[in-house]
């Protein structure tokens, strides 16, 4: 922004030279009705006459003037420029998602087609967003039903071959399932639904109950804590579960044998994955929810997409993931 002129100073600039012209024309007729001439004016024996006339006559109404209309000015231009500052403010604090416009009802006339023009432009990126959205969500749903078929069949098939192409097919179905469940929570922050109430603990015990079995299977154990009672958070339970499931399965895989991952639903609004790895810090965090990053525990049956999709989850939710790294924990954090 440095070097660049703005409008409020092309006005002061304007309202100065309107007031220069002002007193020179003053001047001029001052001199004028006193019969001045340009001698007058510069002769040494008739200076002082004339500075004490023109000061008289002229410098002292036009201070009077000219102070009060500064002031006037500037705190027009200033009231004049507050709605587009306002309106810049609220951009910048608006959530990353889509729906976000400029609220034009009290913008002056003049910042009209601007600020319509930014609000169109909005309007396509948010149509072309869906229209993708929609596609991917599309193809996922027309994958799985010959996947589903395909896997049938394999379970009539014996060998390694047919185990070996099962796990390709386990791993395709978990790729589609990622890829629509990251179309949905998109086009859900697109065109918001509803939000629920939703108790954490609850959820924490439920998607506990549903994965034991196989953790157990594994080699592992699980474990579920409740510390602050049932808080609940207003999102969708679904996408906030899936988040949830995403962090435990990454914790599990990070765990090694015979150790136990526990999920902690508090204190307040928080829900905690503790494993018994080496613990994450919040830099690889974020190096690892971007897609397709991975770290040496990540599952080799993905696209890397597991902690970028429960991203993408606890932004629509107004939240955030975070990593301590000593208590060896990932954490949901909604707000209060």
């Known amino acids: 922004?440095?070097?660049?002129?703005?409008?409020?100073?092309?006005?002061?600039?304007?309202?100065?030279?309107?007031?220069?012209?002002?007193?020179?024309?003053?001047?001029?007729?001052?001199?004028?009705?006193?019969?001045?001439?340009?001698?007058?004016?510069?002769?040494?024996?008739?200076?002082?006459?004339?500075?004490?006339?023109?000061?008289?006559?002229?410098?002292l109404p036009i201070l009077v003037l000219l102070v009060p209309t500064v002031l006037a000015a500037r705190w027009v231009i200033l009231r004049a420029f507050r709605p587009l500052?306002?309106?810049?403010?609220?951009?910048?604090?608006?959530?990353?998602?889509?729906?976000?416009?400029?609220?034009?009802?009290?913008m002056p006339a003049e910042a009209m087609p601007f600020v319509a023009a930014i609000n169109r432009l909005l309007d396509?990126?948010?149509?072309?967003?869906?229209?993708?959205?929609?596609?991917?969500?599309?193809?996922?749903?027309?994958?799985?039903?010959?996947?589903?078929?395909?896997?049938?069949?394999?379970?009539?098939?014996?060998?390694?071959?047919?185990?070996?192409?099962?796990e390709e097919v386990t791993a395709m179905r978990r790729l589609i399932d990622q890829?629509?469940?990251?179309?949905?929570?998109?086009?859900?922050?697109?065109?918001?639904?509803?939000?629920?109430?939703?108790d954490l603990a609850t959820l924490a015990e439920d998607l506990v109950a549903r994965l034991a079995p196989g953790i157990i299977a594994g080699g592992r154990d699980i474990a579920v804590e409740v510390e602050d009672g049932h808080v609940a958070v207003a999102g969708h339970r679904e996408a906030i579960m899936a988040a949830l499931r995403n962090l435990v399965e990454n914790a599990v895989r990070a765990t090694p044998a015979g150790g136990t991952v526990t999920v902690v639903a508090?204190?307040?609004?928080?829900?905690?994955?503790?494993?018994?790895?080496p613990g994450l810090a919040q830099d690889d965090l974020m190096r690892l929810m971007q897609r397709h990053e991975r770290d040496a525990f990540a599952s080799t049956d993905g696209a890397g997409l597991g902690l970028a999709i429960a991203h993408r989850i606890m932004v629509a939710h107004r939240g955030q993931i975070l990593a301590q790294q000593e208590a060896r924990e990932l954490i949901l954090s909604f707000q209060q």
């Open 1 to 59: 922004m440095s070097g660049r002129v703005s409008v409020g100073q092309r006005l002061s600039l304007g309202l100065s030279l309107i007031g220069l012209f002002g007193v020179i024309a003053l001047i001029a007729m001052v001199s004028l009705q006193y019969g001045f001439t340009a001698d007058e004016l510069l002769h040494f024996s008739t200076l002082a006459y004339t500075r004490n006339e023109l000061i008289g006559h002229v410098g």
């Open 85 to 106: 500052e306002a309106a810049a403010h609220a951009i910048e604090a608006a959530p990353t998602e889509r729906g976000v416009r400029i609220d034009d009802r009290d």
């Open 124 to 166: 396509r990126l948010d149509s072309v967003a869906r229209e993708q959205e929609a596609f991917a969500a599309d193809v996922a749903h027309e994958l799985r039903t010959p996947l589903s078929i395909l896997s049938l069949e394999l379970d009539r098939l014996e060998g390694r071959d047919a185990i070996a192409l099962k």
């Open 179 to 198: 890829l629509l469940l990251m179309a949905q929570v998109n086009v859900e922050a697109a065109a918001p639904l509803p939000a629920k109430s939703i």
């Open 266 to 277: 508090g204190p307040g609004t928080r829900l905690r994955v503790r494993d018994e790895g």
